[in-house]
Nanobody
Framework: QVQLVESGGGSVQDGGSLRLSCVASGRTVSSLTLGWFRQAPGTEREFVAVITWGGGRAYYADSVKGRFTISRDNAKNTVYLQMNSLKPEDTAAYYC?????????????????WGKGTLVNVSS
């Protein structure tokens, strides 16, 4: 089992920045693919970004490319999501996710473990 705990959500204005953190525990975290998803009210959970176990490769949804950066610190069992130039449409609950596969599908079905989420609200 893997436990994932997110933090760092909050309210910012259009154009602002936030950094989300997710601490993982329960098994060899460095072997997991870690990522972030988000879900706005009334919508399905969608992929935001993932990073491979070694941190060598990161993949992003088109909607966040150039604005969000995912990174990880295996020594701290933590994955981060730096979010810059935030827009009102980024408002959502953000969920940390972990996959056992080194090349998971970049959708909800590709993840094996989930955190409980942290809320991000961007006002115009």
């Amino acid at each position: 089992q893997v436990q994932l705990v997110e933090s760092g959500g909050g309210s910012v204005q259009d154009g602002g920045s936030l950094r989300l953190s997710c601490v993982a525990s329960g098994r060899t975290v460095s072997s997991l693919t870690l990522g972030w998803f988000r879900q706005a009210p009334g919508t399905e959970r969608e992929f935001v970004a993932v990073i491979t176990w070694g941190g060598g490769r990161a993949y992003y949804a088109d909607s966040v490319k150039g604005r969000f950066t995912i990174s990880r610190d295996n020594a701290k069992n933590t994955v981060y999501l730096q979010m810059n130039s935030l827009k009102p449409e980024d408002t959502a609950a953000y969920y940390c996710a972990a996959a056992l596969s080194i090349r998971p599908r970049l959708d909800v079905g590709g993840m094996n473990y989930w955190g409980k989420g942290t809320l991000v609200n961007v006002s115009s």
